[in-house]
């Protein structure tokens, strides 16, 4: 065959596909999943502390069961937001569809509220910390589901082949322990001592190492197996629409803070290790939206 | 009874016949399409050819938007029509994520998801589909996948070449096409490029509350 038959045979370009909708989940299901991890993870962080440190989180159990409450709101609020029947929510408890992550996922974020309220009815008005760090035990088990609901809810995205559950799931309950452990470094002020900061500084460190290694990971290797994964990366490639965002999100969530907190462990600054601990939470929410971005900018038809 | 259809695409031109027809009879909106005919031109002048693919919902028997639904307003009717009622949907937009195909849209009217139901209401009145009807050159071929003397079971027992979009992801179509190619199959075999579509005013209008 010939060179020109060839290109001839090859050259397609779409010339007529009437308007179709670009970004479906926008910059609200971002903040969904920003505010979910750091709702869930301080839970998780609060129950490392009440295990490793028993007699310093006296002060702390109060205040960080009114983050994850008011964090777990801002999920909730963001997630009714973005709905286009917003009024319509309560068919999800009414008319249950079992199959859907997201039926299941509101029913244990739901479960989840009135726990995270028994806990500061416990520790508010009944002062009762043995009761509360038993309740906590509960409350931790539930938390895992209720940081991985919406991995399985992008895995169900079946158009989206980028997201996969194996990842999404871990990549969920990282940013959980990364967020979780940034905002009790923020949260804990003089209430805990060098050695148990340090501990929140090696989670937060591990834990932004691990989904760095995730990300590219999938970066390198994902355009190896899927045609359509290696179409949606080329977003974040060259002069991709969201290559800058990429890597702002990649150096503030995961590499300036893990830079971060080895300099304050040298030098035993608190300051900086604050610094750490912002970084990661502004970063995370640039790499969820990345991710959240690009594989709805690939043309489905 | 397991409804299907089939598009001949050696027959279709293009015409867009069946996207009117569709719009009149499901009184689609201004910048939405239950079904849409799209174009992909080959080649490289003087050697060029234009195709043309009617989309629409495959109505799979594995179908990802029935499984997201969160309040089954996606379901499937007896004969294996993925139907949607409107009133019970809550707008999340979960289906239009998981839908392979592109089908499904949020009505910017009723701010809820929609998309072709193969005209559920015709079928229940012993009607042909709208965008069958309206087809001069008879490329939409409709019928009882079980029945094996129906329309569409006779063509694809004549036509070898039967294929569905997107085997790969494992929905089970019923939805057929006769005679394509990659290029009408995969979106990924053509590309898009800004100011080579035909009406080049034509955009994407906002589809509710939040874009």
Known sequence: MAAHEILAATNAVVTLDVGIPGIVWPWLVTVNMWAKSIGTGVIFMLFMLI?????????LRFPTIVVSIVFIHIFLLFTLADLHQPFRM??????????????????????????????????????????FDKALTWVVALAIPVTLYTAALMSQATARELWQMPTEAAQMIFA????????????????????????????????????????????????????????????????GPYTVMFWLGQWTAYLLPMLFIALSRASKSESILKLAAILALVGLWLVKHVWLMIPQLLPMS | ????????????????????????????????????VKYVDVGTYPETRRTFTPLRCNHCENAPCERICPVSALHYIEN???????????????????????????????????????????????????CVVACPVEANIFG??????????????????????????????????????????????????EGYNLFNKITTLPVGGHH
């Open chain 1, 51 to 59: 295990k490793r440190y028993p007699d310093q989180v006296g002060k």
């Open chain 1, 90 to 131: 309560w068919h999800i408890f009414f008319y249950p569809h079992l199959t859907s992550a997201i039926t299941v996922g509101a029913w244990m974020a739901t479960a989840f509220v009135g726990l995270l309220f028994l806990l500061a009815f416990l520790s508010f008005v009944k002062k009762d910390d043995a009761a």
């Open chain 2, 80 to 130: 294996g029509i993925v139907n949607i009622d409107k009133e019970r949907c809550i707008g999340c937009a979960g289906c239009v994520m998981a839908c392979p195909y592109g089908a499904i849209y949020i009505d910017p009217e009723t701010q809820t998801a929609d998309k072709c139901t193969y005209c559920a209401h015709r079928i229940a009145s012993s009607m042909m589909p709208a």
């Open chain 1, 176 to 239: 959980a322990l990364l967020s979780g452990s940034a905002f009790m470094i923020l949260l804990s002020g003089n209430k805990l001592n060098w050695e148990a900061k340090k501990s929140l500084s090696n989670i937060l460190a591990l834990s932004a190492f691990m989904s760095f290694i995730l990300y590219m990971s999938e970066y390198v290797f994902g355009p190896m197996k899927a045609e359509e994964v290696a179409a949606v990366l080329e977003y974040i490639k060259g002069d």
């Open chain 2, 144 to 193: 009882d996948l079980d029945d094996p003397a129906s329309n569409i079971s006779t063509y694809m027992q004549v036509h070898r070449d039967v294929q569905v979009r997107k085997p790969e992801k494992g929905t089970n179509p019923h939805h057929y096409y006769v005679g394509a190619g990659n290029v009408h199959l995969n979106p990924l075999a053509s590309r898009r490029e």
């Open chain 2, 1 to 36: 009874m397991q409804l299907g259809f089939l598009v001949d695409l050696h027959l279709c031109m293009g015409c867009k016949g069946c996207e009117i027809a569709c719009k009149v009879e499901n009184e689609v909106p201004l910048s939405t399409w239950r079904l849409r």
